[in-house]
């Protein structure tokens, strides 16, 4: 089991004093995420099943009296302080990870919330670096808490959401889906939550596992969401929708079940639109019966759709790679009830259902085998599933 750092309320203070040589007045935390089932389905108009973690994002922060916000990471400390104004708050490139927070007060001050002055923020993080734990959503949910509760600010939760997915899609120029911040920023302890990407309408949903732990399984290879096929999957699948419309009209590929996509994929004409659409369909439909069996208590049924989810995102969407297809089919062989990427792929993270009393076992088996096929070891850690943002002091 690999060690994820502790971060405590007294380490942030003081790291803050430290850096500033100042008093924070305030600190805060937002999870991370992982995503049970349903990948690549949000920004397809389909339904996900993610669920936020204990792993995540941690800031001390004291106001200012100027328009100056400075930030340090304690994750990126060669970048040292990154420091920016509230009147230009356009994105800089040698800004790097500043540029989710500056984002961040950018569309605050768009949709007209006033912030009035700047502040020092010191950040620590958790979350395994490029693991495709949702990092950058953390990170937006986390400055989206800290807005709203230095300025006192009447926001509605899921509007806060929105703001970091206009983060990643208009500042960072990511095409993605609203998964992550919602995720991130709605989550609650012990539960997932089933949320329909075309209408926002989510439910709660309990996770009782009985006597198996969900594992998390780092390949520890980086994965860069912007630079990744990420936007080339979205617009592959918006040329099969466009195809699909030609003869029978529908909003998204996540309003079609298996039936209606098996009538009209004669409409698309080419193998690999086929295949990415058929992803998104099919996704879709498990991601609703996976939930249907999590509710019933039917954990083997639950188990077959994330294997089969796995399946589908490795052969149909060609998003996996010989690192995640080794955690999953490795976790597949040493007893897992289901296993399956989670996140965008290309690198990150795998996950596993595993029995309670299997865990050593199967995390020395499943370590030795990637080790062997890759050449450098994977981390593995327990999913706790956490709330979402809050402050902690």
Not at 124 to 152: V, Y
Not at 180 to 191: I, L, R, T
Not at 359 to 372: H, P
Request: a negative charge; hydrophobic letters at 40%; aromatic letters at 10%.
């Amino acid at each position: 089991m690999s060690d994820t750092q502790a971060i405590t309320v007294e380490s942030l203070k003081a790291d803050f004093k430290t850096q500033f040589n100042t008093n924070s007045v305030g600190t805060y935390f937002a999870p991370g995420r992982i995503n049970l089932i349903g990948e690549h389905t949000d920004y397809n108009g389909g339904r996900v099943f993610p669920c936020a973690i204990s792993l995540g994002t941690y800031a001390a922060v004291a106001p200012r009296t100027d328009q100056t916000v400075r930030l340090y990471s304690a994750n990126f400390p060669k970048l040292g302080i990154i420091e920016f104004d509230l009147t230009n708050l356009s994105y800089d490139k040698k800004d790097n990870w500043a540029n989710y927070p500056k984002g961040v007060f950018h569309f605050f001050k768009e949709h007209g919330y006033q912030l009035d002055h700047g502040f020092d923020i010191f950040v620590n993080g958790n979350l395994p670096n490029g693991s495709g734990l949702s990092s950058s959503a953390s990170i937006e949910m986390l400055f989206g808490k800290i807005l709203t509760d230095q300025f006192n600010l009447t926001i509605d939760q899921v509007d806060v959401v929105k703001i970091g997915m206009e983060v990643e899609n208009k500042f960072i120029g990511v095409n993605s889906g609203i998964m992550d911040q919602f995720a991130v920023g709605m989550g609650q302890k012990d539960h997932a939550i089933l949320l329909d990407t075309n209408t926002l309408k989510y439910e709660l949903v309990p996770i009782k596992l009985q006597d198996y732990k969900i594992i998390i399984m780092n390949t520890n290879k980086r994965r860069e969401l912007a630079d990744s096929k990420y936007n080339e999957r979205r617009s592959e699948c918006e040329e099969a929708l466009k195809r699909i419309n030609t003869v029978f009209k529908v909003d998204s590929l996540g309003a079609l079940n298996k039936d209606t996509f098996d009538e009209y994929t004669y409409a698309i004409n080419d193998d690999t639109l086929i295949r990415r659409a058929r992803h998104a369909v099919f996704e879709n439909q498990r991601t609703g019966l996976a939930t249907d069996a999590l509710k019933a208590g039917d954990l083997n049924t639950f188990g077959k759709l994330v294997n089969a989810s796995h399946v589908s995102l490795e052969y149909d969407y060609e998003v996996t790679g010989k690192e995640l297809d080794t955690l999953a089919h490795s976790a597949w062989q040493n007893g897992a009830l289901g296993a399956r990427m989670t996140g965008a792929g290309f690198g990150g993270c795998a996950i596993a259902i595993v029995k309670e009393d299997h865990i050593q076992d199967f995390i020395a088996n499943v370590g030795q085998a990637y080790k062997a096929a890759i050449g450098y070891d994977a981390d593995f850690y327990i999913a706790e599933i956490a709330d979402g943002p809050k402050k902690l002091a």
